[in-house]
């Protein structure tokens, strides 16, 4: 069974860092693109960003390009998101997920997903 489980969120003031992982089990870990994206009450759900493990190539979104860092330890099959220089606005629910075919953007081309984990950012 495909299982993604999300963990390291929690509450973090303005400035400071948190690590979430996502830890794989139920499929082949180098054949799979792994993405974060998150969720705030209200908004859409949006990317966040991305890792090909096959050939190690990683996304961002613009917002988040020099505050967050994707990584993977394919020994666990686990894949990381470094989180600096939090900002209120970062408050959601992170989640990951596995796409099969691309590191796209998109929510709805992800085949598998986590349960997320909360992530509050206070001023």
């Known amino acids: 069974e495909v299982q993604l489980v999300e963990s390291g969120g929690g509450l973090v003031q303005a400035g400071g860092s948190l690590r979430l992982s996502c830890a794989t089990s139920g499929f082949t870990f180098d054949d799979y693109n792994i993405g974060w994206f998150r969720q705030a009450p209200g908004k859409e759900r949006e990317g966040v960003a991305c890792?090909?493990?096959?050939?190690?190539?990683?996304f961002y979104a613009d917002a988040m390009k020099g505050r967050f860092t994707i990584s993977s330890d394919n020994a666990k099959n686990t894949v990381y998101l470094r989180m600096n220089s939090l900002k209120p606005e970062d408050t959601a629910v992170y989640y990951c997920?596995?796409?099969?075919?691309?590191?796209?953007?998109?929510?709805?081309?992800?085949?598998?997903w986590g349960q997320g984990t909360q992530v509050t950012v206070s001023s």
């Open positions: 997920a596995a796409d099969r075919l691309d590191c796209s953007a998109v929510a709805s081309s992800y085949d598998y």
């Open positions: 890792i090909s493990i096959g050939d190690d190539r990683t």
